[in-house]
């Protein structure tokens, strides 16, 4: 065959190699047997050997192409991919449709409009993809990420078979909208780059069979659908991809080309090509919202279902005012995930651990025979104190009944005293602690190690120095901070800026870009603010707020910010002098003395300064404004900055960040889904400002 009858050849396989894999994957309906279709791919799959120029990327040879990669591109979105915010009852409904309309200040729904307000889905269990096509051909593919940049799974996301490399013609896409009764002319059809977005899943079969597989291999069983998802689209070599046999839906166009409600752009994906789910509706009002979100959350009704779903989805139908409600926190206002009521099993709780956390304190834990709930394995279960166990009556060994609130956190609900057979131990908490052996001394309802040495409290401290609120060193999570202790690299937060390249790269898993990342980051966060350093001490009952007043304290008569002159200036001040400090008490006090005049704290300074550790002046930061002397409290989330940014202006313009509302409070900052603090302000007569009120008192 020569060149050109080859690729007239070509030209007919892929047409009707896509027209099959459309009708089964999409359609779900067979023109031709499996093996035909195989035969077919195999006859392009030579000719395009044989022809190799003749290969384009929307080839359905191509959808397992490549070799392996080293690692994902980066990929920034053009526009922002959220996730939604959960509500778990019709209240919860009904307080978001509520906070949506005084947002608004108009109403959502219009009686004299045609089109329903609201779009309701069916939540599936699966991870969030973007898809674009250049002049109708698939080019790129990528993960949400952290909402702005994500990863490039494009060579994964081509052996999905749901996913099409290429569209339909125009003449297909204008006869399909003809169709599902939509007007051609009022979309722009020849759009040169199109972007639309879904979830690529796992189905219930294919889930079951790669347990099974895992089983045969002596494996560890996966614990639910969406991680083997998830895992599968990460995957660097796309032929373990393609094994998998992953599935996906679209539902969301973020191309303008003409669309005005969000049930218009399901019609408008299918008539591209595109894999929607069939079960999706609008809704008239909220109610038949609830009775769709109702129909699915029977058991009987989602066992028929070929894959996992948590809840349903309740959109506002109408773009403009979808868009004119904009995101708060990391979720769009016109939107909320109406997840099913906590799923609950029985199981039996075999022992009761105890764990012992940053500042000593005993944490009793269920240790649970295995049991899988909403879709998770779980075997532990916080008890939270002593107190809690108490309340429960729980036993070693009692049958319990276990739930994931909102699919999240395991916690034992309830105790089955009726399933016992004598052979149960009830629980003490240990006089000795379980890591040093020290004395448990009880704080309250809290019970405590005496040693100020404990190991526990010693990882705990390294995962504190850290976090967000101290030091924020991205990426030193947990997992490798206990890799470096277990190998030997740290004894204290000090060997972690000792670390070097070669260092971090010698261990099993690590290479030279990750250590390289890993090195970076921690140079980065040698310099950090007085208040930070403070609070990354561990120093016990100082937080970030005590942490911060300390700074307002004392700014002016620290000269010098080296981590020497911090460590002499604050040994020199006795209990008396720290209890000038608002808020701060004699036992407070007491805590911060001692630590700084405990030896192996002082060394410990001494090596933070050897290893570069800068602090930087604050004195800049303390300004006197409006604010001056007022203080906040903050519930809920803001949409236009973290609370810990929020905290941050607060105290540059030299205002109190707090925890707790009383009649002292000035403001109360309310953003979405406001707590008991909301609440209490209101009793209280404290004045309440919404995120907006919030930016222009700050601005001001």
């Known amino acids: 065959m020569d060149k050109k009858a080859a690729e007239q050849r070509i030209v007919k396989l892929r047409k009707e190699i896509d027209r099959y894999r459309y009708a089964y994957h999409v359609l779900d309906e067979s023109l031709i047997s499996d093996a035909a279709l195989d035969s077919l791919k195999k006859e392009l799959f030579d000719l395009e050997t044989e022809f190799p120029d003749l290969i384009t990327p929307d080839s359905p040879t191509q959808r397992v192409a490549g070799k392996p990669l080293k690692e994902f591109a980066k990929v920034r979105h053009i526009e922002r991919m959220t996730s939604f915010n959960d509500a778990f009852s019709e209240e919860d409904m009904r307080d978001w449709f509520e906070r949506l309309e005084n947002y608004l200040k108009s109403p959502v729904v219009d009686p004299r409009s045609r089109v329903a307000p609201f779009y309701c889905e069916l939540k599936i269990d699966g991870l969030a993809i973007e898809l674009e096509y250049e002049n109708g051909v698939f080019v790129r593919g990528s993960t949400r990420g952290d909402g702005m940049i994500g990863e490039d799974v494009t060579q994964n996301l081509r052996t999905v078979e749901a996913i099409p490399l290429k569209l339909f013609s125009i003449e297909e896409i204008r006869k399909n909208l003809k169709d599902l009764h939509l007007d051609p002319d009022q979309y722009d059809l020849a759009v040169r780059r199109l972007i639309v977005r879904g979830e690529v899943f796992i189905t219930k079969k294919i889930f079951a069979a790669v347990n099974r597989e895992q089983e045969k291999k002596g494996l560890k069983p996966y614990a639910n659908p969406r991680n083997i998802a998830a895992g599968s689209l990460r995957q660097l070599d796309p032929k373990v991809t393609a094994a998998r046999h992953l599935d996906s839906w679209q539902y969301d166009i973020v191309t303008d080309i003409g669309q005005t409600y969000h049930e218009e752009e399901h019609l408008l994906l299918k008539a591209f090509g595109f894999k929607t789910n069939p079960h999706n509706r609008p809704a008239k009002n909220l109610q038949e919202a609830f009775a769709f979100r109702d129909h699915w959350a029977e058991p009987v009704r989602r066992e028929k279902l070929d894959y996992e779903i948590d809840g349903t989805v309740v959109i506002v139908n109408d773009n403009a005012t979808f868009a004119r409600a904009g995101i708060i926190g990391k979720a769009p206002r016109g939107a909320m995930a109406y997840k099913f009521s906590p799923r609950e099993a029985e199981t039996v709780v075999e022992d009761i651990a105890v764990q012992v956390g940053r500042t000593g304190v005993l944490t009793p834990v269920a240790v649970m025979r295995p049991v899988n709930v909403g879709g998770t394995t779980i075997t532990h279960a916080t008890l939270h104190n002593a107190d809690e166990i108490e309340r429960l009556g729980l036993k070693i060994g009692d049958t319990v009944i276990v739930s994931r609130a909102g699919d999240v956190i395991p916690q034992i609900m309830k105790v089955l005293p009726e399933f016992r057979t004598g052979h149960e131990k009830a629980f003490r908490m240990p006089a000795q602690c379980p890591v040093d052996g020290s004395k448990v001394i009880r704080d309250g309802v809290a019970y405590r190690c005496s040693s100020p040495t404990c190991g526990a409290r010693h990882r705990e401290s390294l995962y504190h120095f850290v976090s967000r609120g101290a030091f924020n060193i991205e990426g030193l999570g947990p997992k490798i901070i206990d890799r470096f202790l277990d190998e030997g690299l740290i004894s ?68 010098d910010c080296s981590v020497e002159n911090i460590l002499a200036f604050f040994a020199k001040l006795s209990v008396d002098d720290l209890q000038t400090v608002p808020d701060i008490g004699p036992k407070v006090g007491q805590s911060i003395y001692e630590w700084f005049h405990e030896a192996r704290n002082v060394k410990f300074m001494e090596r933070l300064a050897a290893a570069g550790v800068e602090i930087e002046p604050e004195s800049r930061t303390i300004k006197n404004t409006g604010l001056s002397g007022k203080t906040f409290v903050l519930t809920g989330s803001l949409s236009s900055m973290s609370r810990e940014a929020a905290k941050e202006n607060i105290r540059e313009l030299g205002g109190d960040a707090t925890e707790s509302v009383s009649k002292k409070t000035d403001y109360v900052v309310a953003g979405v889904s406001p707590g008991s603090k909301y609440e209490k302000a209101k009793k209280l007569g404290v004045k309440i400002l919404d995120e907006a009120e919030f930016l222009k008192l700050i601005k001001s």
């Open 492 to 559: 204290d937060a000090a060997d972690i800026f000792t670390l070097n390249q070669g260092d971090v790269a010698a261990l099993p898993r690590f290479g030279q870009k990750s250590a390289e990342n890993v090195v970076t980051e921690i140079a980065e966060k040698k310099k950090v603010s007085l208040a930070r350093f403070l609070y990354a001490l561990g120093i016990l009952q100082v937080g970030e707020e005590t942490a911060v007043a300390l700074v307002r304290r004392y700014h002016a008569e620290i000269k």
